[in-house]
């Protein structure tokens, strides 16, 4: 079964649960080496993710997209904000009327963090949530079509882990950290954290989707 908009309310709203439940953390990470206002940040855009999310449900995936990235864009602010909403609207120039397959999508999402190191100026190791997307948006190319979608996700949910725990002894380039310079070592960058929450959050919701005998989906 395709995954279609549908699933979006699930999936805004296990992801904003997440950032919820983990602000004081990545706070934390975010004082250390930051200005400390990423999840607020964050929080602001993902709010308005959950009131719009009845809206993007009945969208076809491009539109969602763009929808999703106008509101990141315009409720984020901070550096993350243009990241996000270029994310998501580079991913609906690439999905342009096709369905979305695995295949697809790797390559949609692909274009999307291609977007992203263009906006920001940036590329992995330079201790930003790029340390997180590109390993995923790499992974996802590898994935043979008839691989097992259970094993597929479980692995994307260890490489974002992966990822995020990378951005530790990284001297950060970008974003505010870089002003810290050697100084930024020995701390996790907040934006790939909540990066790894949100993946780890869509991923636990899919792996619930499909766990779910057939007969539980409303006719
Ligand atoms: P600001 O740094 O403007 O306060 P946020 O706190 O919302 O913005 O977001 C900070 C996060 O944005 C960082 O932790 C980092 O992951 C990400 N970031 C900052 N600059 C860049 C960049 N040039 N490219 C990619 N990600 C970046
Ligand atoms: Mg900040």
Redesign the pocket.
Known sequence: MPITPALLPKLIQSIADTIVKNADEVTA??QA??????VF??QRGLTALVDQSAELANLDWGSAWQKIGMTLMTT??????S?YGTLFIAMNKATLDKTLTREIFADVFAQGVEA??K????NAG??????VYIPVADYLKTVDAAADLTKVLKQIACVAKEGVES?RDMVAT?????FLGERSKGHI???????QLMICALVDVLLDDLARPPSATPA
């Open positions: 990470l975010d080496i930051g200005d400390g206002d990423h940040n964050l984020i602010g901070g550096a993350s904000g990241l992203v190191k906006r920001g100026r940036a330079e201790k930003t949530m790029l340390d951005t970008k974003g505010r950290a870089s960058d907040a934006g790939a954290k909540t990066g």
